[in-house]
């Protein structure tokens, strides 16, 4: 196992993982989803979810890496034999999904990035149709998401401690300290405290069957988790290291980046008299706003380092997409690194293309003969969402029914004895056997029949 290289140390580990889940999900697409989704209410789910249904799977993903040793696909053939590496092959594909669309939205943020700091988009009147006409310039948004790969590449080929553990070390505090600061500038602003209200007063008649299913998507996705992610993740981690402390540790700095970017948001958003329901776009036209209403020095300055640091968070987790796919080929087909890097991220560019292309472009990428016309990059996101909840599911099934829950749980007590007896113990043990399995599951079977055979239990007609 030693060429495979190891995190250096524990809070290697951590960052790493933590860098992983901080991204795009916390900044761009959490406002959004809570936007449309009734605000306060779908916070209030996403944190149950993250605590009993999400923390329990990365414990599991986590402790299955370490014990194995390898990649996902590897994992799950070592732990499972045969058939179970299909599973983690599962993962692999849809991390390489979520790439090929990330990368696209990652290279939205880094245009921005470049376009306030060195360009005049902070001197536009309406950012809402800027947006619109800015993604879908094909030329920039082509350069900048081949940058953001190549630059993706270049890291991931350095192998795991060189490149992913230094990258994340200066962007962790860099994001939280801006963060606070646009919190009290926004929280200054008149009519903030609606913004307040509607993000942390629930209302309970506004909690439906959508809320859940996109709270828990969004927890999953944003904790980077079902994918075998954490798997390939954990298996540099050492032995020495306590797996369920880490864990929680990682679920909270990626829970807490996610809630204060929905409290810097949401007073911003009520203070402009803007919609908070308005999707992807959310945060690229209310934060431009409000970098302009700094003035134009501050506002460059401000906006700037913003978008600058949601590159470096969207960077650490395309890192991690990228290392999930890489590790597979390295480990099982003994390619080597550099090669499968430059290969993998080539064709996961390609595949992103159609993403790109869909914002308007293409009318026929724009609207999917499909159930409700998705855009292309909705309809690969929102498989990717399914994929990643069923793959939690399975992997509960695998721990409870092949690997067995007490290998997990001896795995665990490694590197913090006295696990086995704990209340925690207790707790992860019924979550993983019955309450991840079956909520997940089912949720899996009503989204499927909903999404793709027109059910209709779910969401209702468009
Ligand atoms: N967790 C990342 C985010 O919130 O932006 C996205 C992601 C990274 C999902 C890695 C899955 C993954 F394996």
Known sequence: MSNRGNFSSRIGFILAAAGSAVGLGNIWRFPYLAGTNGGAGFLLIYLICI?????????????????????????????????????GLYGILAGVLILSYYNVVAGWAFGYFLEITFGNLLNHADFGSFFGEYVNSIGPIFMFS???????????????????????????????????????????????????????VPKLDQITSKTIFYALCQAFFSLSLGMGCLITYGSYVTKDQNIVKSAAIISIADTSVAFLAGLMVFPLVFSLGAE????????????????????????????????????????????????????????????????VVWGMSGLIFVLGLPSMFSQGVVPFLNKLPLHNAPDFLSF??????????????????????????????????????????????????????????????ILSVLVITDKYFGLEWLFGAA
């Open 51 to 87: 605590f009993t249904l999400c923390f329990p799977v990365m414990v599991g993903e986590i402790a299955i890496g370490r014990k194995a040793g390898s990649d996902a696909y590897g994992s799950y053939k070592k732990l499972g034999g045969g058939t179970w590496g299909y599973l």
């Open 146 to 200: 081949f940058g953001f790969m190549v630059i993706t590449a270049i890291i991931v080929s350095q192998g795991i401690a060189k490149g992913i553990e230094a990258a994340n070390k200066i962007m962790m505090p860099g994001l939280y300290l801006i963060l606070i600061g646009l919190i009290i500038y926004s929280l200054t602003l008149p009519n903030a405290s609606a913004g307040v209200e509607f993000y942390l």
């Open 276 to 339: 908070p329901g308005q999707g992807p776009k959310l945060i690229f036209v209310i934060l431009t706003q409000a970098f302009q209403s700094m003035g134009p020095v501050v506002g460059r300055i401000v906006g700037g380092s913003f978008f600058l640091l949601i590159c470096f968070a969207a960077l650490t987790s395309t890192i991690s997409l990228l290392e999930v796919p890489a590790a597979y080929f390295v480990d099982q087909k003994k390619l080597p690194r550099k090669a």
């Open 380 to 441: 690969v996101s929102d498989l990717c969402d399914i994929m990643l909840i069923t793959g939690g599911c399975l992997m509960c099934l695998f721990i409870r029914y092949k690997w067995k829950i007490n290998n997990m749980n001896e795995e665990l007590e490694i590197g913090n004895t006295g696990y086995v007896q704990s209340w925690l113990s207790k707790y992860l043990t019924f979550a993983i056997t019955w309450v991840c399995p079956i909520l997940l599951g």
